[in-house]
Nanobody, 126 residues
Framework: QVQLVESGGGLVQAGGSLRLSCAAS?????IGWFRQTPGKEREFVAA????????GYVDSVKGRFTISRDNAKNTAYLQMNSLKPEDTAVYYC??????????????????????WGQGTQVTVSS
């Protein structure tokens, strides 16, 4: 059983930065970040393979967001820079406790993850 606890959301002006944290209990192989706005499907943002450090991003955040992990703390981070109003959403951390084959179809799919955090609100004002 894996539990995920997110933190770090909040209100920030456009162009600002936030760092989200996802503390995991239990063994995981991949951590993903997803986001959701009212009336829309939850969308993939970024993912990291715990062991190798391989990462993947949705095109809209490339160059602005960075996903990383601290093995000693069993915590993953999402550093978000140059935030835009369209980044406003509830951000969810997700974990896969099985070793899926690392490719974009795998890490960007919600179905690849079997554990989810409670979500943290990120609001970017214009």
């Amino acid at each position: 059983q894996v539990q995920l606890v997110e933190s770090g959301g909040g209100l920030v002006q456009a162009g600002g930065s936030l760092r989200l944290s996802c503390a995991a209990s239990g063994r995981t192989f991949t951590i993903g970040w997803f986001r959701q706005t009212p009336g829309k499907e939850r969308e993939f943002v970024a993912a990291i393979r715990w062991g190798s450090g391989n990462t993947g991003y949705v095109d809209s955040v490339k160059g602005r967001f960075t996903i990383s992990r601290d093995n000693a703390k069993n915590t993953a981070y999402l550093q978000m820079n140059s935030l835009k109003p369209e980044d406003t959403a509830v951000y969810y951390c997700a974990a896969d406790s099985s070793l899926g084959i690392w490719d974009s179809r795998y890490y960007s799919s919600r179905r690849s993850y079997n554990y989810w955090g409670q979500g943290t609100q990120v609001t970017v004002s214009s």
